[in-house]
């Protein structure tokens, strides 16, 4: 038994680092989200709730909710439920929230009422990540697909390929969004008319789809 690589005590005094932001590194994907949503209007993209009710019970700030969905969609966590255990015991939603920990119902809910802005917030996400080469050295894994982020090889788009890039964006979003409403509803969170409005039926999408002109601008 020796002869194995030894675990550590469970009761044995530990000294782990005192503070949060030390556990996530200085170039984790995950820092990107945030200083993204941190820069976002949500108001003008269209998210209810930016400002708060002068009465009755804080809510959760709509940014912070929104960074708990681009970090679920970028790893593909398509469930309510999922995405609240994952506030409770994932380190790098720790950090990304400031250990917030909505339940699945509030999460459940914030899809349901800010449904196009959220896409439209996720498909600025990627282009901005196209555009920077955040993720030269990544592939993020949308649902069962493989879509490859720029790299320094791959600078000569036209005008065709960058219609099925954007397009590619596109289904893989309508793609997690429809799981999470079909999780949901499977675990009991939405009834029947509980469903997000596709994109084109709130006009909200506009201002999405105006941002992410900006950034290829």
Known sequence: MTRFVRSEDRRQGVLLPEYLDNYVAEDNPVRVIDVFVDELDLGALGFEGVIPEATGRP????G???????????????????????THRNVELMWLTGRLTPDFKTIADFRKDNG???????????????????????VAAIDGSKFKAVNARDKNFTKASIQRRMEQVEASIERY??????????EGELT????????????????ADAGIQSHGS
């Open 64 to 86: 912070a909710l929104l960074k708990i969905y681009v970090y679920g969609y970028i790893n593909q966590i398509a469930s309510s439920r999922r995405l609240e255990r994952e």
């Open 116 to 138: 196009p802005a959220i896409r439209g917030a996720c498909r600025q996400f990627i282009a901005l990540c196209q555009q920077l080469g955040l993720f030269a050295h990544a």
């Open 192 to 207: 029947p008319g509980q469903v997000c409005p596709p994109e084109g039926q709130d006009r909200r999408a506009q201002g």
């Open 177 to 186: 969004m429809a799981a999470l409403e079909t999780a949901d509803r499977q």
């Open 59 to 62: 809510a959760y700030h709509p």
